[in-house]
């Protein structure tokens, strides 16, 4: 039987548990995330099925810290797309279903710390100092048991910036 078209959509509190299952397949490219945490945010994930199964997620936090106090940058996080699925276009169809939603908050740009710069230059954003982040990089990267310093991880810091409304 043929699978269906994969669906993009907003996540649901009963997407918890496979949104989590998804992020602990990849401990070496996705920061951990509790059930809770994902629970509390629920609303800041979107999932793509297929079949009744989530097969991709993706997630965004607002980062006032990073930015203006009108136009905060956002944090594009948790992209996972499953193998099998992989090289479809999937998760750039995530990317770009994250970015529709927080297009409308107004942020000033859109960051990404990835292992995989290439996917992302081909959807607009561009490579930037570590530097730039540092309030992100305080906060999310150093309880990291992965690297000794935030500037030995190989993630490269990217943006999309956005236009800004007056």
Not at 19 to 33: G, Q, S
Request: proline share 6%; glycine share 4%.
């Amino acid at each position: 039987m043929k699978k269906k078209e994969p669906k993009i959509r907003n996540a649901s509190f009963t997407d918890a548990r496979a949104i989590f299952d998804m992020i602990k397949k990849h401990p070496n490219e996705l920061v951990p995330r509790s059930i809770s945490d994902i629970l509390q945010n629920i609303d800041r994930f979107v999932v793509c099925e297929v079949d009744g199964e989530v097969l991709g997620t993706v997630s965004w936090a607002v980062l006032p810290e990073i930015g203006s106090a009108k136009h905060p940058s956002v944090e594009i996080k948790s992209l996972s797309v499953d193998k099998s699925l992989r090289g479809t276009g999937l998760g750039r169809r995530l990317v770009r279903s994250a970015i529709n939603h927080v297009k409308a908050l107004y942020p000033e740009q859109i960051i990404v710390l990835t292992f995989t710069p290439e996917f992302f230059r081909k959807l607009g954003f561009v490579e930037v100092p570590k530097e730039k982040l540092m309030y992100k990089l305080y906060t999310g990267c150093l309880n990291c048991s992965k690297y000794d310093s935030p500037f030995t991880c190989p993630e490269v810091a990217m943006a999309l910036t956005l236009k800004k409304k007056s």
